[in-house]
Every structure is written in structure tokens, then in C-alpha cells.
């Protein structure tokens, strides 16, 4: 059975931010909503130490996909908002989603985590409108008699130019308002041939994507090699988003 997964190398990760970026222009995401963080690829940052001996971390987060899926036996409905494929992603149905907000609540790793920052492993999409809607009905022009302004630039172009369109049986391009959303590992291509776009965007490659149960592949080689790790094993929730290596050894 496929089980995909991902390796992300700290050590080659140069905290860029290119992945939240790639993530939020493939999947039309909110910047924020109800003032929360609104990121399917998201950040922790780390400071430790004293100055001058002090260290920073930084470690690109996302949902799990984890095979023991505490957001998966939360959910209410039937069948299943939140359920797995039979490649091991978690997978989010739109049209079933009441919105209750139960896997966000029994997700260990979408919750306030004071010491390392906020995250965003599943996010809510309130009733705030469109994501774009804020870019692209806005009038004000940035520099004055200098650049456009969103409404302008919408005007002149597919509107809104950076929605990425695509298909997919659970899941819209856009997700409507009041209920949860998160990574899907970008199914929509993976079942194309082609990676999840925050992997082909990685400048430093440090995103690897693949079936982990193969033991030939990329991800299994680099897991077994590097002994990779896993964020909260202590929860049991069997995630599969590996790290290997680390961010400040250069
Ligand atoms: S794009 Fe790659 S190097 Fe940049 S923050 Fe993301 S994982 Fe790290
Ligand atoms: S990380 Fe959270 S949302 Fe993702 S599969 Fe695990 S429990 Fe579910
Ligand atoms: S918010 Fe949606 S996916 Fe989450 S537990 Fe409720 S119905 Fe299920």
C-alpha cells in the first residue's frame, strides 16, 4: 500500500518561506482570518541560548498526514469530513464539513504552541469572503500615481489573476465559508505525476516528497539514513512528515 510522505532537510532549509509562499498561490489560502495565522504550510521559529551564544531554528510545519489521525476519529459526520485516502493522506471533504471545528481541537499540532509560535496545521475559513477579495477590491494605490491598485490590476487581468484553478472530487480550488481546511499533500497534482507545488518550489531541495512504504524510495532512504524524526511522537499519532538533520548545523 502507498503510504506518501515527506522529508524535509533542515539542514539544506534556508527558512526562505518560497514553500508558504508556492502553498498559498496553489491553493487560493486566506492570509488571515479571525486574526489567526491561515497557512496549510507554516513556520516555527526558535531562538535559544545567550548572546552571544544563541542559536535559531526554523522548521517549516504541516499537517502530518499522520496514519493514527486524531482529527479523523474526531469528526462527526458520516461519512467522514476528514478522512484517509487509500495513499495515506489525510484528506478534507468540503460538502460534508459542518464546520464544527472538532479536528482542529484533537489535531496535537494545530494548536497555540506559546514557546515556538503559532501554527496553522488546519485552518478555519470563516465567513470573512474569497480569499482574494482583500487584494483585488482594494482601491488604494501602494506608491500614489505610481502603481496600481489591486481593483486595477484585477480589472486588467483574469480576475483574480493568481486563483490557481483546478479539480479535485472533495476538495475546491476555493473552499467555501465556516469550515476547516488544510494541506492535502496538493493531491490535485500528485495524482498527476507532478509534486506538491511547496516541494517543486524549494530553491534547496529541501522538501522531498514520496512512498514512504517502498523502501527503495528517496524518503525512505533519507528517513533510514538520517534516523529522522518526527514532531510529538509521544502522541502516538504516527505522522508522516519527517525531519532529518538540523537547521543550525551548517
Ligand atoms: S522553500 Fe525550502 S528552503 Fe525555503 S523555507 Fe521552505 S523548505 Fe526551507
Ligand atoms: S497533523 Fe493534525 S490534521 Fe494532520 S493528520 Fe495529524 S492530526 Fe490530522
Ligand atoms: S470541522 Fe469539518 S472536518 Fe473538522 S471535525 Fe467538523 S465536520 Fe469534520
Do not use: W
Amino acid at each position: 500500500m502507498t503510504q506518501y510522505a515527506m522529508v524535509i532537510d533542515l539542514k539544506k532549509c534556508v527558512g526562505c518561506g518560497a514553500c508558504a509562499l508556492a502553498c498559498k498561490t496553489e491553493n487560493n489560502t486566506a492570509l488571515r482570518h479571525a486574526g489567526q495565522a491561515h497557512n496549510f504550510a507554516d513556520f516555527q521559529h526558535e531562538t535559544s541560548g545567550k548572546f552571544p551564544k544563541t542559536k535559531y531554528m526554523t522548521r517549516p510545519v504541516l499537517c502530518n498526514h499522520c496514519s493514527n489521525a486524531p482529527c479523523v476519529k474526531a469528526c462527526p459526520v458520516t461519512p467522514k469530513a476528514m478522512f484517509k485516502t487509500k495513499d495515506g493522506i489525510t484528506m478534507h471533504n468540503d460538502e460534508r464539513c459542518i464546520g464544527c471545528r472538532a479536528c482542529q481541537e484533537a489535531c496535537p499540532y494545530s494548536k497555540m504552541d506559546v514557546k515556538i509560535g503559532e501554527t496553522s496545521v488546519i485552518s478555519y475559513t470563516g465567513d470573512e469572503g474569497a480569499p482574494h477579495d482583500p487584494f483585488f477590491t482594494n482601491k488604494t494605490e501602494v506608491i500614489p500615481g505610481c502603481t496600481s491598485s489591486g481593483a486595477e490590476l484585477a480589472g486588467k487581468t483574469d480576475m483574480p489573476p493568481h486563483r490557481t484553478k483546478y479539480d479535485h472530487p472533495d476538495y475546491k480550488d476555493v473552499r467555501r465559508s465556516n469550515i476547516t481546511e488544510k494541506c492535502i499533500f496538493c493531491e490535485h497534482r500528485v495524482k498527476k505525476g507532478q509534486e506538491p507545488y511547496c516541494v517543486a518550489s524549494c530553491p534547496a531541495r529541501a522538501r522531498i516528497f514520496g512512498d514512504i512504504s517502498d523502501p527503495n524510495s528517496e524518503v525512505a532512504q533519507l528517513v533510514k539514513k538520517y534516523k529522522g524524526t518526527v514532531l510529538k511522537p509521544e502522541k502516538g499519532t504516527k505522522p508522516n512528515v519527517f525531519y532529518i538533520r538540523s537547521y543550525n548545523a551548517r
